[in-house]
T-cell receptor, first 110, second 115 residues
Framework: GESVGLHLPTLSVQEGDNSIINCAYS??????FIWYKQESGKGPQFIID?????DKRQGQRVTVLLNKTVKHLSLQIAATQPGDSAVYFC?????????FGTGTRLLVSP | DADVTQTPRNRITKTGKRIMLECSQT?????MYWYRQDPGLGLRLIYY???????NKGEISDGYSVSRQAQAKFSLSLESAIPNQTALYFC??????????????FGPGTRLLVL
């Protein structure tokens, strides 16, 4: 089984609900942010990104919100499905390297 | 992502052994990275390379070495494995966009157990 994230914060939702996953970032100079999804047994996959000159960006069923004042990033998933169950990481970059958060596990029950 | 492959996918070794993890990419990216992932600690950067002649230490490079044999290949070595190197290891690649923003693409991971 998946050993990653045994002690991660966990968000449990019902299928069809909207999910909100939060992330606090540390570097006020970071200018680019990414959300990754990691399913059991797989590497992280890019979901959506946002630049620091934006405060909202929408994709298919996902929306990322950026609040630079409080250094907070959120990922909203609409109509959550069982296939959305995974660990979600935010990442920030200011100069050349990405810095990853520790992740949040999303559990979707039917 | 099939564009980034890692071998082996699973490995069990003994303390003191030398092992090598390999990464190949067909994305044509210049930048390659090695991370380890441990429960509750997220992804931590071991080494990274911005081109064939470039090698840089990440935040946890002690006990590891790397070789960038070609643009497409980046290998990670544990010269003398120890049990606390038991972890999930990921290779990633990236290329800067015109806006100088970077998205990394990850391989499927190598699960390493050091006894």
């Amino acid at each position: 089984g998946e050993s990653v994230g045994l002690h991660l914060p966990t968000l449990s939702v019902q299928e069809g609900d909207n999910s909100i996953i939060n992330c606090a970032y540390s570097n006020s100079a970071s200018d680019y942010f990414i959300w990754y999804k990691q399913e059991s047994g797989k590497g992280p996959q890019f979901i959506i990104d946002i630049r620091s000159n934006m405060d909202k960006r929408q994709g298919q069923r996902v929306t990322v919100l950026l609040n630079k004042t409080v250094k907070h990033l959120s990922l909203q998933i609409a109509a959550t499905q069982p296939g959305d169950s995974a660990v979600y990481f935010c990442a920030e970059t200011g100069f050349q390297k990405l810095v990853f958060g520790t992740g949040t596990r999303l559990l979707v029950s039917p | 992502d099939a564009d980034v492959t890692q071998t082996p996918r699973n490995r069990i070794t003994k303390t003191g052994k030398r092992i090598m993890l390999e990464c190949s990419q067909t994305k044509g990216h210049d930048r390659m990275y090695w991370y380890r992932q441990d429960p509750g600690l997220g992804l931590r950067l071991i080494y990274y390379s911005f081109d064939v002649k470039d090698i840089n230490k990440g935040e946890i490079s002690d006990g590891y070495s790397v070789s960038r044999q070609a643009q497409a290949k980046f290998s990670l070595s544990l010269e003398s494995a120890i049990p606390n190197q038991t972890a999930l290891y990921f290779c990633a690649t990236s290329d800067l966009s015109r806006n100088h923003q970077e998205t990394q693409y990850f391989g499927p991971g190598t699960r390493l157990l050091v006894l």
